[in-house]
């Protein structure tokens, strides 16, 4: 008897854990920071003049971006990319800074993040981060 009732409260621990982990998941924020140190705030965004190298962080330390895109938009069209999906969490914008006007928006879409499965775990909204230009 003594088995049985361990064995279940066994389960039910690894499910209040699974369950647990899944709701921190799905709480899951991105932030971009300027050079690696301060925060850039998504609603004011960031000078034209100035295109820092950005760094994308998670709020959970467990996860990291592994690879993204980054596209620099104007009205509903993109003027200038990349050119490939970017590996690592940081990338310089400073190539843009010519092209950059005041109105238009980075747009990141995050395509590989180490601690999750993105396709499964992730929603769409936050896949997509928006930097909008001064």
Same mark, same amino acid.
């Given at each position: 008897?003594?088995? =049985?009732?361990?064995?279940?409260?066994?389960?039910?621990?690894?499910?209040?854990?699974?369950? =647990?982990?899944?709701?921190?998941? @799905?709480?899951?924020? %991105?932030s971009v920071k300027i050079d690696g140190k301060e925060e850039v705030d998504l609603e004011k965004?960031?000078?034209?003049?100035?295109?820092?190298?950005?760094?994308? /962080?998670?709020?959970?330390?467990?996860?990291?971006?592994?690879? %993204?895109?980054?596209?620099?938009?104007?009205?509903?069209?993109?003027?200038?990319?990349?050119?490939?999906? +970017?590996?690592?969490?940081? %990338? @310089?914008?400073?190539?843009?800074?010519?092209?950059?006007?005041?109105? @238009?928006?980075?747009?990141?879409?995050?395509?590989?993040?180490?601690? +999750?499965?993105?396709?499964? /775990?992730?929603? @769409?909204?936050?896949?997509?981060?928006?930097?909008? +230009?001064?």
């Amino acid at each position: 008897m003594k088995t =049985f009732a361990a064995n279940c409260l066994l389960l039910l621990s690894v499910l209040l854990v699974s369950s =647990f982990v899944y709701v921190i998941k @799905d709480e899951i924020s %991105f932030s971009v920071k300027i050079d690696g140190k301060e925060e850039v705030d998504l609603e004011k965004g960031i000078l034209s003049s100035n295109l820092p190298t950005i760094t994308i /962080e998670a709020d959970d330390k467990g996860i990291s971006v592994k690879k %993204f895109d980054i596209i620099l938009a104007r009205g509903s069209r993109p003027v200038k990319n990349s050119g490939k999906t +970017i590996s690592g969490n940081e %990338f @310089d914008l400073s190539a843009y800074s010519v092209t950059a006007k005041s109105g @238009d928006r980075i747009v990141i879409e995050l395509r590989e993040v180490n601690g +999750i499965e993105i396709e499964e /775990e992730l929603p @769409d909204e936050k896949k997509l981060l928006t930097i909008p +230009i001064r």
